[in-house]
C-alpha cells in the first residue's frame, strides 16, 4: 500500500524560504513520477513540480526558477525547496505519485495520479 506524508509546511514572510518534505513508501512500479500539486479554497488543484525515476524534472511556470523538486531514493523522501516566497504561493501543498514517466501533463492532469498525501499547509504573509 502506498503512503505519501508531507511535512514542512507553515507561515513565512514574503521573499522567506521554506523546503517541503514527502515520506513515502509502499510500490510504486518499475517507473514513476511524482508530483507536487497545491490547492486553496475554491480553486481546482494545481500542478507545482514533477519529477520521476529518471529526474526528469518539469515544473509550474509560476514557480519556474524559484521551487526546486528533487528526491532521495535511498532515504524515500521527496522534497521541493522554495525560495523568494510570494504571497500567491499560499495554499495546501499536496504531494502524489503514479506509474509511469513524467510530461507535462504530470503538472496539468491531477486525475492521472492514483496516491496522494493529506498535504501540508503553507501561508505566505505579504
Known amino acids: 500500500q502506498v503512503q505519501l506524508v508531507e511535512s514542512g509546511g507553515g507561515p513565512v514572510e514574503a521573499g522567506g524560504s521554506l523546503r517541503l518534505s514527502c515520506e513515502y513508501s509502499?510500490?510504486?512500479?518499475?517507473?514513476?513520477?511524482m508530483a507536487w500539486y497545491r490547492q486553496v479554497p475554491g480553486k481546482e488543484r494545481e500542478g507545482v513540480a514533477s519529477?520521476?525515476?529518471?529526474?526528469?524534472?518539469v515544473y509550474a511556470s509560476s514557480v519556474k526558477g524559484r521551487f526546486v523538486i528533487s528526491k532521495d531514493s535511498i532515504k524515500k523522501i521527496l522534497y521541493l525547496q522554495m525560495d523568494r516566497l510570494k504571497p500567491e504561493d499560499t495554499g495546501k501543498y499536496y504531494c502524489?505519485?503514479?506509474?509511469?514517466?513524467?510530461?507535462?501533463?504530470?503538472?496539468?492532469?491531477?486525475?492521472?495520479?492514483?496516491?496522494w498525501g493529506q498535504g501540508t499547509q503553507v501561508t505566505v504573509a505579504s
Open positions: 502524489a505519485v503514479t506509474v509511469g514517466w513524467c510530461s507535462r501533463a504530470s503538472i496539468e492532469d491531477s486525475e492521472i495520479y492514483n496516491a
Open positions: 519529477i520521476d525515476l529518471d529526474a526528469f524534472t
Open positions: 509502499g510500490y510504486f512500479g518499475s517507473t514513476y513520477c
